[in-house]
């Protein structure tokens, strides 16, 4: 099914190559994204940007590594892995993704979070943050003080690769309690289905920035949340990727449900 042309309007879908993007130009409410959710699912692994590239178009986002080795956060220009162990590593510029989503954080929008909120509150306060322009994509981050946090990373995989679906079975979790850290990520409408997770995907990381991974649950006690809406949403997809079919059959969305949620 083709992206809804009604909804184009909110949301540009653009493919781009390599050169598509120069040097030096910085994309204002736009995301960047390398390959598609779907391609990762069937184990597309091989990591084909390097972070010095992906550095130039965001400095905010998350994403895996190649090979997938481990959960990504990039926050304020820094790019951080967290490997099977937990314990979070700056990137060096050369290392490779396969799969990465990321923006120049520019927030409109900024609340302040008094109540204590879990991770299905938060996503019901955001829902109703971004209700206006629901259609459209969300870059979030929330700095505070969180009493849980449950985040989980992936061990290296190793060719032939598996399918995520069953490198998530052997995911590592961790918990942490009473910790200062930052919330990253997005909130996609539906329709990106197949390019992105539809839906929050969050990814945390301490304030001392020495652990995080991708976010399971949490319960958050004061923060700050900040909000940037995205208009554009420009795709570079690596040779043998197909272009993403925006709607996912219904076993891939439990499949994705599964990896994302568990
Ligand atoms: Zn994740």
Partial sequence: MPLDPGLVGALHVERLGRLDVRAGERLHHALFQTSTIDALLSGSYEGDVSFA?????????????????GEMIGLDGVFYQVKADGRAYEVDEQTKTPFAVVTFFEPREIRQLAAP????????????VVADDAAACHA????GHFSYVKTRSVPRQHKPYPPLVEVVEHQVTFELHDVRGSLVGFRFPDYVGGL?????????ITEDRSAGG????FQITRGELR???ESDLNLELPAGVEE?????????????NRIENA
Wanted: aromatic share 12%; proline share 2%.
């Fill in 196 to 204: 992105n997770v539809a839906g929050y995907h969050f990814h945390f």
């Fill in 244 to 256: 993403a079919m925006p709607d996912l059959a219904q076993s891939k969305k439990d499949e994705l």
């Fill in 117 to 128: 909120m879990d991770h299905a509150a938060f996503r019901a306060y955001l829902d109703g």
């Fill in 140 to 143: 979030v981050r929330v700095d």
């Fill in 214 to 217: 991708h976010l399971l649950e």
């Fill in 53 to 69: 590239e992906l550095g130039a178009r965001g400095d905010f986002g998350l994403g895996t590594f190649d090979a997938l080795d």
């Fill in 227 to 229: 909000v940037d809406h």
